[in-house]
């Protein structure tokens, strides 16, 4: 008789023999940045269909949804009287006047929002520098907080620098554009010191971009178990478009797809059924994976029984699941990957930085896998930046992932006792959104 544990031996044994899952990610860093509206994204698109239809054996749906595209031009940032020195705008940055916004800069250090109430009389009117954060840790102050604290603080403009050495301009959303909305920029560690010695004086912000009415494509692929409940696996293709957004999320992709690949066969004969759900635009405030959930019927989103989110999870040997506090989340974590021999951190506070989140916002209990958490020095500090590339990636790295995400997806699919799902006003408390 077949057990369990022999199951899932055999679906780490596939995973550790397969040359695929390093193919993936290289192909899929090949296309580029994968900027949501751009070739490289409908590159990264096609690619990922025909992939999946082979790793699965099942349809693949592509579900368009409309969305205020953006496409960044260029920016740059001037100290009177000196050259301009290199910027990239925000994502979805309201452009500036032609001749561009002058104002007095202000160096408000690391920016926080309490940074932000002791200078505010300072702040109004002002171009605003502050420094952008390690993200993937506890006390990390997310880059929106800092430029929502400045345009509430009545800021003109938002420069937010890079805090490693490296000449590395870091971008990022910073709002959807509309009104309200200031100018905001990313520049390298290096151009906000020289910045930060003209503290005080005029600078002179140039950031442009073109919004358009887009349509973008979430991707899915379903294998069914014996009964309708379904596991969700999902991880965003969409990146960044300095780089090759390699770690983010390159490596959640090619797990994704080496863990259906692996349980393609298993999971008709396990009682839930197991749905690959690849999302886009989720570097645009998590937009692709909230219009899926909220098109879904409550009856439909009822047969999720669980979202495994997978970002970010390489360019360190260390993942972390990060439950949020769902009831009951992190004690399945523990429950399955015991058996497999595998272990990872628990981070049981809620963070909204990745797809996962929509899920909870719907009461259904999700948890998203990451590494390098609360690790600064891993090569996740090189996130939105040129530097997310794929040579910050291990082979290892890569199938350590597949093999976490593969037994916490066997398990979800056999596990009585996975959580139950809460009341959507209740996951919403917790999602804080
Ligand atoms: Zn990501």
Redesign the pocket.
Known sequence: MTTMADILRSVLGRIWASSRIGDDFATLSACGGRFAGTESEARAREFLAGRIAEATGAAVTCRPFSYRGWTRGPASIAVAGKPPLPAVGLVRTPGTPPHGLSAPLIDLGRGTPDDMARAAAAVRGAIVLVRHEFMMGTDHVHRRRKYDAARAAGARGFVIAFHEPGCLAVTGSSGDGGPGHIPAVGVSHETGALLSAHAGQDVTLHTSGTFTDAVAENLFAAIPGRHEKRIVLSA?YD?HDLAASAI??AS?VAAAMAVVEALSEVVPTLPCGLELALFTA??WALIGSRVHLDMLSARQRAEIACNINL??VAGDATLTAITGGFPGVAEFVRRALEPAGLAVGLHQGFMA??DHANFVRHGIPALRVCAGFAKPDSNLRF?LTAADTPDKVRLTELKTAASVAAALVLAACTDPALPAPIQAEEGRRIAGF
Do not use: I, M, Y
């Open positions: 965003h990146g983010d999320n959640g989720e570097e970002d970010s930085n990745s996130l």
